[in-house]
C-alpha cells in the first residue's frame, strides 16, 4: 500500500495576479504618488532634516543624505524602476516620506511592502497609517494577491512594533540574512495574507474613522482595540 503524503489545500481559481500599476492612492488624509525626483526631492530632504540624529536611517541601507543633490541623484536611479516600486506619501502640498512595494510575485500572489522612511513630520501620525492601510488595501482589495509580507531587521524594535500594530503577523526570523553597513543582519519576517485581510481592514477603517479621534486629534480607541471588537 502505497503511503500518502500530505499536501497543500487546493486553490483550484488561482491565476497569477497582476503587477502593481504605478498609480497613485489616494485617501482622506494623505496620497501617495509614483515618487519623482523634481516632484518631491525638496519637500522630503526638508522634512527628512528634521531628523536631526539621523536615527530614521540607522536600520535602512542608504542616507542620510548630505545634500538635497545627493537626495535627488538617490531618487533618480530607481524612479524609472518596477521593484522597488517607491511612492511618496504626501499630506496636503509637502511629501513627508517613503515607501514601497518589493519582491513582487505575481505568480504566487506575494508582495512585499518596505523601504519604509517616514520623517519626523510624519512618525505617529494619523496619515502614516492611512498610507499603510491604502498599500495593503491596493495589494488585497484591488490585485487579489494572497500574501503582504513585512521584513525588518530583528533589532529594529519600532519596524517591529509597527508591523504587529498594523496587523502583521510575525513568522519568524531568518539568522544571518545580510550585511548591513558591515554588520549582520538578522531578518524578522512578518506577513498578511488574504483570510485575515477583511478583519485587519475593518480595524483599519474603525480606527481611521473621524469619530475615533477627540476634538485635540488623540485616539479614542488603538487599531488593536478597533481591530478586536
Not at 503577523?169 to 512578518?190: C, S
Not at 488574504?194 to 477627540?214: H, I, Q
Request: with cysteine.
Amino acid at each position: 500500500m502505497t503511503e500518502e503524503l500530505p499536501l497543500g489545500f487546493e486553490v483550484p481559481d488561482w491565476t497569477p495576479r497582476k503587477f502593481p500599476p504605478r498609480e497613485p492612492m489616494r485617501g482622506e488624509r494623505c496620497v501617495l504618488e509614483p515618487l519623482d525626483a523634481e516632484t518631491h526631492a525638496l519637500s522630503l530632504h526638508a522634512a527628512n532634516g528634521t531628523d536631526t540624529t539621523g536615527m530614521m536611517w540607522t536600520y535602512l541601507p542608504y542616507g542620510p543624505f548630505g545634500n538635497l543633490a545627493e537626495y535627488e541623484e538617490w531618487i533618480r536611479s530607481f524612479q524609472e524602476e518596477d521593484e522597488p516600486m517607491f511612492f511618496a506619501i504626501v499630506c496636503g502640498d509637502r511629501a513627508l516620506g517613503v515607501a514601497s512595494y518589493l519582491r513582487i510575485d505575481p505568480e504566487n500572489g506575494s508582495i512585499e511592502i518596505g523601504h519604509v522612511a517616514y520623517s519626523p513630520l510624519l512618525q505617529q501620525t494619523a496619515p502614516a497609517t492611512e498610507a499603510m492601510y491604502l498599500m495593503l488595501s491596493r495589494v488585497f482589495d484591488e490585485l487579489g494577491y494572497r500574501r503582504c509580507e513585512w521584513k525588518c531587521d530583528s533589532l529594529n524594535e519600532r519596524s517591529r512594533r509597527a508591523a504587529e500594530r498594523l496587523g502583521f503577523t510575525y513568522e519568524g526570523t531568518f539568522r544571518q540574512a545580510r550585511v548591513r553597513r558591515r554588520r549582520n543582519r538578522d531578518d524578522a519576517w512578518f506577513s498578511i495574507i488574504d483570510t485575515e485581510w477583511p478583519a485587519v481592514k475593518a480595524g483599519f477603517e474603525a480606527w481611521l474613522d473621524p469619530s475615533n479621534f477627540d476634538p485635540d486629534g488623540k485616539q479614542r480607541r488603538t487599531i488593536a482595540e478597533c481591530r478586536r471588537s
